[in-house]
């Protein structure tokens, strides 16, 4: 009897902070993210212009859509049979990593295979051991990534 209250009393409370929860758009956190510039709200004795570069920094990520990050290139190669050798490597990767994203480049004369979009170098040197096996020549690059993908919280009514 104890436990059933226990467990209605949980049950009731997870309720309650679910529909308290509002539904948050992808616009609404884009705009909460543009007021927010965090070096602006800290304490930090500089020189005026470091916060200039920094918003000017922010206005051409927006614009761009993207930031700068790491990837791993695991194939760079040119020739006849480069673009059908790009493609088999990109599809081998992808069938055992399907939610990890996979790039083709051509950059005359190479085609190269990209993976992942990394913000940190620690993230990309954690999935660069994990394809040691597969991927031995795999290496970390300094690329321009796309923005991470923003959780949508809904409520169910």
Known sequence: MKYAIVLLLLMVTFIGFSANNPRI????QQKSADSLMIWEKLNIQCDPRINDLLRKLADQNKRSGTMSGFRLQIYFGSGG???????????????SNPDIKTYLFFKSPDFIVRVG??????????????????????????????????????TNN
């Open 81 to 95: 049979n480069a673009h059908n050798q790009a493609i088999k490597v990109k599809t081998e990767f992808l069938s």
């Open 117 to 154: 979009n990394f913000r940190t170098k620690s993230e990309a040197l954690k999935m660069q051991k994990s394809l040691l096996n597969r991927f031995p020549n795999a290496f970390i690059v300094s690329d321009d990534i796309a923005f991470p993908e923003l959780i949508n919280y809904t």
């Open 25 to 28: 758009s992808r616009e609404d």
